[in-house]
């Protein structure tokens, strides 16, 4: 059920009431009015509140499972604008596949796709013994390769007409099997490049299945991610026209800029991403999170070793050459547990808007 349909429902429930306390007018009249007008005023106040509900969050309606399938609480209201309903379902002989919901930010994406094979002999939420589809791949395309805005989900012709020969934009993608109610389903993420983004963007999916007739059958979807996202950049001020040089690193380098999404942070820098290290991130409150590694995430003179650990909790990273300068970024998880020791937070998103500095080579990047 949607809010349309809560409305509608409202609607249908007022209805009832007064035609109820009209019929019975005659008998007492001076109640039935009080009794019309006590339901209005309860229905009216009712579609306040949920109109509020729905605006303030942006039309919420999910399965708490699918939270709880990526990792978070079930209460988790930092991606409540990110999740938007797909349902887009193909069939090919005996095997449907159902693209039903997804849920993300600017940088990230979780989608939930369904199929109709059985899996009874797995238990619920464990993974198949045997991959569920033959293959898959996925396509993003940014807004700005786009000629108009989306309104709609499935943009199969707009594809078809004028994305398919376009270069896609820069992205990667994992498909993780499970079971659900005794059938296969797969949770897809996808994760934008440093520099890109997901919301607002066109998305092309294909996995393959084999059904009772065909072998590798092909399901392909098309939509657009259509949702809002919030996003944070703070630029590294300058001095005397150029951007500081790092401390302790082999070459030149300069942190440029810092992003900041509901479950990513990108850090951008002229110079190689092997000669910086995140050694960690401030809250507004002083709560300070380290890196996973933290423990190999240290200087050369403590390790004995004589290169630091260049992994330092980043999920993404990217090297450009372009007329002899090198430019980098590294992305890193605000998920619990990936990039960062999230354990003092629980199950829950490291929330962007307290993220008030990092500390890169021992030196500190104010944000806020």
Not at 30 to 53: C, F, H, M, P, S
Not at 117 to 131: L, N, Q, R, S, V
Not at 229 to 242: C, L
Not at 251 to 277: H, M, N, P, W, Y
């Amino acid at each position: 059920m949607n809010e349309y349909d809560l409305f509608e429902a409202i609607g249908n429930i007022d209805k009832k009431y007064v035609e109820e306390a009209a019929a019975a007018a005659p008998a007492r009249k001076r109640i039935g009015r009080r009794r019309v007008w006590r339901i209005a005023l309860v229905a009216a106040a009712l579609a306040v509140l949920l109109l509020g509900t729905f605006v303030a969050t942006a039309h919420i309606v999910y399965d708490v499972r699918f939270l709880q399938l990526i990792g978070l609480e079930s209460t988790m209201k930092e991606l409540d604008n990110g999740y938007y309903q797909i349902g887009l379902s193909k069939t090919i002989d005996d095997v449907t596949v159902t693209v039903v919901d997804a849920i993300g930010d600017a940088k990230r994406q979780w989608v939930e796709i369904e199929t109709d094979i059985p899996a009874e002999e797995f238990e619920t939420g464990k993974c198949p013994e045997e991959p569920g589809p033959t293959h898959f791949y996925i396509e993003l395309y940014e807004t700005n390769r786009l000629t108009a805005a989306f309104s709609g989900i499935d943009c199969t012709e707009r594809y078809e007409r004028e994305l398919k020969a376009v270069m896609p934009d820069g992205h990667s993608a994992s498909l993780k099997p499970f079971v659900r109610d005794g059938h296969l389903w797969l949770l897809m993420e996808v994760r934008a490049d440093a520099g890109h983004e997901l919301n607002r963007s066109f998305i092309h999916f294909e996995c393959g299945f084999n059904t009772k007739n065909t072998q590798d059958a092909r399901f392909a979807f098309n939509w657009c991610c259509n949702y809002p996202a919030k996003k944070e950049t703070s630029r590294i001020g300058k001095k005397d026209g150029k951007v500081p040089l790092l401390y302790n690193t082999s070459e030149e380098v300069r942190i440029t800029k810092v992003e900041v999404t509901q479950a990513c942070l990108d850090v951008f820098a002229e110079g190689s991403f092997g000669d910086f290290r995140l050694e960690y991130i401030t809250l507004a409150d002083g709560t300070i999170l380290y890196p996973v590694n933290r423990e190999q995430n240290v200087a050369p003179e403590k390790t004995g070793k004589a290169e630091p650990e260049i992994w330092d909790g980043w999920i993404v990273c990217d090297d450009e050459e372009i007329d002899g300068k090198k430019t980098s970024a590294k992305t890193y998880s605000l998920m619990p547990n990936q990039s960062f020791d999230t354990t003092a937070l629980g199950d829950r998103l490291i929330p962007m808007d307290e993220i008030v500095a990092i500390c890169i080579n021992g030196k500190t990047i104010e944000l806020k």
